[in-house]
């Protein structure tokens, strides 16, 4: 499934912040050409209104430790990757 995910066509955006001595990085990929992963996704056919696929990673440091944490999405909406880092940072 790694070469359909490679080859479709994505939307990025990174937003970097620090926040009382925390720093974090969140980025946003979206993949909106699904039919490029078709092959690659079991029961496609029970997902037959999808039309955005979306990866958020956020990066966490304070005090010398770091975590990091990745976040998978499926929508039936066309999704923006700067609205979905957006409304992550706020909590939705």
Not at 31 to 47: C, P, Q, S
Not at 57 to 71: D, F, L, N, W
Request: aromatic fraction near 8%; charged fraction near 35%; proline fraction near 0%.
């Amino acid at each position: 499934m790694e070469q359909e995910f490679a080859s479709g066509t994505w939307d990025g955006f990174a937003q970097e912040k620090t926040t009382r001595g925390r720093e974090e990085l969140r980025q946003c990929w979206v993949l909106t050409d699904v039919d490029e992963i078709r092959k690659g996704v079991r029961d496609y056919a029970l997902w037959k209104d999808l039309t955005s696929v979306i990866v958020v990673v956020s990066e966490r440091g304070e005090k010398g430790k770091s975590q990091t944490e990745t976040r998978f999405y499926i929508s039936s909406r066309v999704a923006s990757a700067v609205r979905r880092v957006g409304a992550e940072s706020l909590g939705h």
